[in-house]
């Protein structure tokens, strides 16, 4: 089965720039996630989505970054512009349906993001 | 506190036994992760525990569950120099959605 698949898997740009990342989950799984993991720390969820419906977006800095899943499948995340604090990797993980037993989210293997 | 905390550091002899310990927040989380990272790589998911269960084992895996303490760890037998790696515990929350929250990451070092 592939897995969890992102690109680019670095990105380096100037702050006030634009970014998309783009994830493609596990075919299959309803749920996407989007994470921040910013050196030295854990993941910190960014947009949860359930098919193409937004389940969780409260730690998502809705002033400069956004995220889609049309279709329910492929979902990209943009930040506009970018600042100095957002370089960090982008994880995506999926999971079959949020809220089971084992509800097993699976990553991918992150998009780094330097901004200088 | 909102955080989950975890050791940053932690170095073992190769063939020794790794304890990995983490302190989450929510008493009412229903499940808790071990997650393992490779350098580059996303997590992998190593285990997870219920928390009606006070101690589950995978092969070398062991999970005890202190649910009074809100403390989890992990143990590793026979730690492998391939175990080396960041290790992040993670609570799945059941207030609202089901968010979950990961701790800081222990490093760990297997010297061989």
């Known amino acids: 089965e592939a897995g969890v698949a992102q690109s680019p898997r670095y990105k380096i740009i100037e702050k006030r720039q634009s970014v998309a990342f783009w994830c493609n989950p596990i075919s299959g799984h309803a749920t996407l996630y989007w994470y921040q993991q910013i050196l030295g720390q854990g993941p910190k969820l960014l947009i949860q989505f359930q098919n193409n419906g937004v389940v969780d977006d409260s730690q998502l800095p809705k002033d400069r970054f956004s995220a889609e899943r049309l279709k329910g499948v492929d979902s990209t995340l943009k930040i506009q512009p970018a600042k100095l604090e957002d370089s960090a990797v982008y994880l995506c993980a999926s999971s079959l349906v949020a809220g089971g037993p084992s509800d097993t989210q699976y990553f991918g293997p992150g998009t780094r993001l330097t901004v200088l | 506190g909102e955080d989950v905390e975890q050791s940053l550091f932690l170095s073992v002899r190769e063939g020794d036994s790794s304890v990995i310990n983490c302190t989450y927040t929510d008493s009412s989380s229903t499940y808790l992760y071990w997650y393992k990272q490779e350098p580059g790589a996303g997590l992998q998911l190593l285990t997870y525990?219920?928390?009606?269960?006070d101690m589950k084992q995978d092969q070398r895996l062991t999970v005890l569950l202190n649910k009074k303490d809100k403390h989890l760890s992990l143990r590793i037998a026979d730690t492998q120099t391939g175990d080396s790696a960041i290790y992040f515990c993670?609570?799945?929350?059941?207030?609202?959605?089901?968010?979950?929250?990961f701790g800081t990451g222990t490093r760990l070092k297997v010297l061989a």
């Open positions: 525990i219920f928390s009606n269960m």
């Open positions: 993670a609570e799945r929350r059941t207030s609202g959605t089901y968010k979950y929250i």
